[in-house]
């Protein structure tokens, strides 16, 4: 009954792993160089590619489990379909993915779309799968915290719809529960969609007033200038990888990632504990 972790040394498969092993799971990591990565006493580590098909099939055997997480890459819809495909070949019955929210609404994002294109491959091979959908992760903004303690403005382009931010954390520790049912279940579950929000749905100056209570002074919204965004993220990602998050934040700007009736509700029964508020990552970081 083991559980294959993709995406495992990243911000989200290690919280993934971490809380599987607090659930006493039979763990598999999926790395490129098993060298370089470190991982809780007991999870084995399987070398492997998303776009290398035998290394895949090394990895998944003896796998009843499997969770899916590709990266934004420009092969990011390769990768999650030859996973698919060689994890239906070796008789994975469960899959959980992680997806994003709005992924069927934010149509000309090509992350998004390439999200969605794999939910539908999902439903069509018939895994017992859970889809995480994630709003905004909140821990991005650790990119911009220099930007916010430094000039005093929070640069992000969030608009004035409001994004529904959640903390890494949550999102892991939600995926090894989707995880640990599915693989417990002797039968085959149906398949369940899950909006992952956090508690507040916050506007630019929302943010930016959070800020401003944590420490004490003033932190000014950057408004939703997406052209400077994205000129600001080419100086450390490549131009594509820009552009698909200056798409991103035009679609903020436009439609927000909004949770739906019951979702903050359902994440609280589900945690059995309150998600993590956005004001207490600013707590944190500015400590």
Request: aromatic letters at 8%.
């Amino acid at each position: 009954m083991t559980i294959l972790v993709t995406g495992a040394t990243g911000k989200v498969g290690t919280k993934v792993i971490e809380q599987l092993v607090k659930r006493g799971a039979d763990v598999r990591a999926l790395v490129r160089n098993p060298a370089s990565s470190s991982f809780p006493a007991g999870v084995a580590v399987a070398q492997g590619d998303l776009l290398d098909p035998d290394s895949l099939r090394g990895a998944l055997s003896g796998v009843s489990t499997l969770f899916l997480l590709n990266a934004v890459a420009p092969d990011e819809f390769t990768q999650a379909l030859i996973a698919l495909n060689v994890a239906k070949e070796a008789g994975v019955r469960h899959v959980v993915y992680l997806s994003v929210i709005h992924s069927d609404l934010y149509v000309n994002v090509p992350h998004f779309a390439g999200k969605y294109g794999v939910e539908r491959m999902i439903e069509q091979m018939g895994f017992s799968a859970t889809i995480l959908r994630p709003a905004y992760f909140m821990d991005n903004d650790l990119t911009v915290k220099d930007v916010v303690l430094g000039y005093g403005v929070y640069p992000m382009p969030v608009g004035d719809k409001g994004l529904a931010m959640i903390s890494v954390d949550d999102i892991g520790e939600i995926a090894a529960i989707e995880l640990v049912r599915r693989n417990q279940s002797a039968t085959p579950l149906p398949l369940e969609r899950i909006n992952l929000v956090g508690p507040e749905t916050l506007t630019g100056n929302d943010i930016a007033a959070a800020w401003s209570a944590v420490l004490g002074r003033a932190i000014a919204y950057g408004g939703g200038d997406t052209a400077a965004f994205e000129q600001n993220l080419r100086q450390f990602m490549p131009g594509w990888m820009a552009y698909d998050m200056r798409l991103m934040g035009e679609r903020f700007l436009t439609d927000g990632m909004l949770p739906g009736a019951g979702d903050v509700d359902r994440l609280t029964a589900l945690l059995g504990r309150p998600l993590r508020a956005y004001r207490d990552f600013a707590a944190a970081i500015a400590a």
